[in-house]
């Protein structure tokens, strides 16, 4: 069974950055699409950023957009969502998650019903 491990979240500035780093274990080995997801108290759980399998295709929310910059690691299995320039209205828990399906392998799912594996969560605080 999958499961995803995140880290790396904290407190900082604004204008400030950090890196969100997510493991991925068990399964078959498999390579997964991959996202990120935030949700903010009182918000709906809301799509950050994803991308797919092989060939580096990626997808961002309209508010991060050249802020904010997902990669991986598949010999590590490891996704990677640097952020920079972060905003007080970046503040929200962060949650790594997994697309399952084969065979899809360029495509990077934005959508939360895409997703079939969660991680625990990592909060960010992003202070004014």
């Known amino acids: 069974q999958v499961q995803l491990v995140e880290s790396g979240g904290g407190l900082v500035q604004a204008g400030g950055s950090l890196r969100l780093s997510c493991a991925a274990s068990g399964g078959t080995g498999s390579m997964y699409i991959m996202g990120w997801f935030r949700q903010a108290p009182g918000k709906e759980r809301e799509f950050v950023a994803s991308i797919s399998k092989i060939g580096g295709r990626t997808a961002y929310a309209d508010s991060v957009k050249g802020r904010f910059t997902i990669s991986r690691d598949n010999a590590k299995n490891t996704v990677i969502l640097q952020m920079n320039n972060l905003k007080p209205e970046d503040t929200a828990v962060y949650y790594c998650?997994?697309?399952?399906?084969?065979?899809?392998?360029?495509?990077?799912?934005?959508?939360?019903?895409?997703?079939?594996?969660w991680g625990q969560g990592t909060q960010v605080t992003v202070s004014s």
């Open positions: 998650a997994a697309d399952l399906r084969s065979g899809v392998l360029w495509y990077a799912s934005t959508s939360r019903g895409e997703y079939d594996v």
